[in-house]
């Protein structure tokens, strides 16, 4: 089975998510200064950097999760920020955005007392009111797709964590979305589990989803991203194609992170 990585639309012209001069305090401190990003209809973007970079904050504003204090979020030409200190109504506004701009996150986040099936189920019901036996049979059909229709019925602590990231992406394909953020997708994962979950992220990137993916993996990053983007101190120091990232960076601090990446 294809997954179709959102409805059918007319395309537009202009890129399919855009981060224009994103700005996000907490308190007094700065976490992101000013950081703009565009990302095209089908690409992947990899996102590096080291802790406490701003990696994860961004992604959370890109999805809506969190209010940014300047600039704007602009999906397929609309602007859909949330700001801080925005008036009454936003909530309502931005619900049929969100479900357009799904986060995968590290720690999988599903509900513990629902079924595989019915956590990739469940997305579809409430956000855009499908049947259940429609959701129920496009749910163990994306279960298939990540090669988990074996385990439909199976709890959460029933799974390892390979597999509860795998039912993950699932839910979030669920919707449909325009866009799917990667917060460190396999950095929960012992070793031997993390390539079964980049295996269908990689066949994701083939199939067209628009993604944009923080991580550390450098094999995925190499193969599968049109763009490496390296953030440092709230702030994108550079974009480059993967052989050029990996081979010729042009910042210093790039320079420092992929040495320390390699050792």
Same mark, same amino acid.
């Given at each position: 089975?294809?997954?179709?990585?959102?409805?059918?639309?007319?395309?537009?012209?202009?890129?399919?998510?855009?981060?224009?001069?994103?700005?996000?305090?907490?308190?007094?401190?700065?976490?992101?200064?000013?950081?703009?990003?565009?990302?095209?209809?089908?690409?992947?973007?990899?996102?590096?950097?080291?802790?406490?970079?701003?990696?994860?904050?961004?992604?959370?504003?890109?999805?809506?999760?969190?209010?940014?204090?300047?600039?704007?979020?602009?999906?397929?030409?609309?602007?859909?920020?949330?700001?801080?200190?925005?008036?009454?109504?936003?909530?309502?506004?931005?619900?049929?955005?969100?479900?357009?701009?799904?986060?995968?996150?590290?720690?999988?986040?599903?509900?513990?007392?629902?079924?595989?099936?019915?956590?990739?189920?469940?997305?579809?019901? $409430?956000?855009?009111?499908?049947?259940?036996? %429609?959701?129920? +049979?496009? /749910?163990? *059909? @994306?279960?298939? &797709?990540? #090669?988990?229709?074996?385990?439909?019925?199976?709890?959460? $602590?029933?799974?390892?964590?390979?597999?509860? %990231?795998?039912? +993950?992406? /699932?839910? *979030? @394909?669920?919707? &449909?979305? #325009?866009?799917?953020?990667?917060?460190?997708?396999?950095?929960?994962?012992?070793?031997?589990?993390?390539?079964?979950?980049?295996?269908?992220?990689?066949? @994701?990137?083939?199939?067209?989803?628009?993604?944009?993916?923080?991580?550390?993996?450098?094999?995925?990053?190499?193969?599968?991203?049109?763009?490496?983007?390296?953030?440092?101190?709230?702030?994108?120091?550079?974009?480059?194609?993967?052989?050029?990232?990996?081979?010729?960076?042009?910042?210093?601090?790039?320079?420092?992170?992929?040495?320390?990446?390699?050792?």
């Amino acid at each position: 089975m294809s997954i179709d990585p959102a409805p059918t639309v007319p395309a537009e012209p202009g890129p399919m998510i855009e981060a224009d001069n994103l700005v996000k305090r907490y308190g007094d401190f700065e976490v992101l200064r000013g950081v703009s990003l565009a990302v095209a209809r089908g690409q992947v973007k990899v996102i590096v950097g080291p802790s406490g970079s701003g990696k994860s904050t961004f992604l959370r504003c890109l999805a809506l999760l969190e209010p940014v204090d300047a600039g704007r979020v602009v999906l397929e030409q609309r602007d859909v920020s949330w700001k801080v200190g925005a008036g009454g109504g936003t909530e309502r506004r931005l619900a049929p955005y969100r479900s357009q701009l799904c986060m995968v996150f590290q720690h999988f986040n599903l509900f513990p007392h629902l079924t595989a099936l019915q956590n990739v189920m469940v997305g579809p019901m $409430h956000v855009r009111h499908t049947p259940k036996r %429609q959701a129920e +049979a496009e /749910a163990m *059909a @994306l279960l298939d &797709r990540v #090669r988990l229709g074996d385990r439909a019925g199976r709890y959460p $602590h029933e799974l390892s964590g390979g597999q509860q %990231q795998r039912v +993950a992406i /699932a839910r *979030a @394909l669920a919707v &449909r979305p #325009r866009v799917m953020l990667f917060d460190e997708p396999t950095s929960a994962l012992d070793p031997e589990l993390v390539r079964e979950v980049i295996d269908v992220m990689e066949e @994701l990137a083939a199939e067209g989803m628009t993604m944009i993916v923080v991580s550390h993996e450098m094999r995925f990053a190499h193969e599968a991203a049109n763009a490496i983007v390296m953030m440092d101190e709230g702030e994108i120091i550079e974009e480059a194609p993967p052989d050029r990232f990996f081979t010729a960076p042009g910042h210093e601090r790039t320079q420092r992170f992929l040495q320390l990446v390699k050792t």
